[in-house]
């Protein structure tokens, strides 16, 4: 799994355990998000006519759009932003969570036809890396209360 921030060169993100821990906690919330996203029968048809499209384009020897699509975007009170982007290429997506105290991006890839997870990276971190710790478990557990009050 490549992990890197700026400014951070690769081997020091591995075997810490404070950035392991957000490796993995933020990668779970992004694949979470996004199934919960895709789940959204309109969503996830707006996306397969747009990925169609953009596969269209590339058949016809024509570049890709370079600009994503939002499919979700969500915000909070206290100035939290998550955008959830489906990227040009079947299947790959990209997670942006801007907080105050911290700013990171999560690549995912998923096999088209199952939505399996093939590959996740953190490809950009930036801010105070123990509040992005508790601030992804507070937000795990609400999406956890969530899904119990809607009886899932």
């Known amino acids: 799994m490549n992990s890197q921030a700026p400014g951070i060169e690769p081997l020091s993100w591995s075997g810490d355990l404070m950035k392991d821990t957000f490796i993995y906690r933020f990668i779970d919330i992004s694949v979470t998000l996004l199934d919960l996203v895709m789940e959204n029968q309109p969503v996830a048809d707006h996306y397969m ?8 384009i590339l058949d016809g020897g024509e570049d890709a759009q370079i600009t994503p699509l939002v499919l979700s975007e969500l ?3 206290s100035g939290s932003h998550i955008l959830i982007l489906a990227l040009p290429t079947g299947g790959q997506f990209l997670v942006v969570f801007q907080a105050g105290a911290f700013n990171a991006k999560i690549i995912i890839a998923q096999d088209q036809e199952t939505a399996i997870l093939q ?3 953190v490809t950009e971190f930036t801010g105070d890396l123990h509040y992005a710790i508790n601030w992804g478990k507070d937000f795990l557990d609400r ?10």
Do not use: Y
């Open 49 to 56: 006519t747009w990925i169609d499209d953009q596969e269209n």
């Open 75 to 77: 915000r909070n009170a």
């Open 119 to 121: 590959a996740a990276s």
């Open 143 to 152: 999406i956890d209360e969530d899904m119990i009050a809607a009886g899932m």
